[in-house]
């Protein structure tokens, strides 16, 4: 059974930075795909960032343009979890963050295309 939990989520002014983690646990970590996604009030949940299994993808990372140059996603195999580094936030960044899990290849960018879910951890950017 695979779980995911987030932390790490805040509240921060525009301009700082937060890392979100997402610690695993289940089968082996480095074949599953890693992602977070975001869901701000009204809003439909929306893909932020992903990085692939190690084992099959080489852990090849994926951006949303929204968040390209300033979120970096990264995973330790030896720690079992995944992490979101956010710099230079800004108030539209504001939402639930959530992690996301898939077994295999690929990186999907699409919520259908993950099968686990953390509880989602709140980030708030105030301007």
């Known amino acids: 059974q695979v779980q995911l939990v987030e932390s790490g989520g805040g509240l921060v002014q525009a301009g700082g930075s937060l890392k979100l983690s997402c610690a695993y646990s289940g089968r082996t970590f480095s074949t599953y795909v890693m992602a977070w996604f975001r869901q701000a009030p009204g809003k439909e949940r929306e893909f932020v960032a992903s990085v692939a299994s190690s084992t099959f993808s080489g852990g090849r990372t994926n951006y949303a343009d929204s968040v390209k140059g300033r979120f970096t996603i990264s995973r330790d195999d030896a720690k079992n979890t995944s992490y979101l580094q956010m710099n230079s936030l800004k108030p539209e960044d504001t939402a639930v963050y959530y992690c996301?899990?898939?077994w295999g290849y690929g990186s999907p960018t699409w919520r259908g295309g993950y099968d686990h879910w953390g509880q989602g951890t709140q980030v708030t950017v105030s301007s």
């Open positions: 996301a899990s898939v």
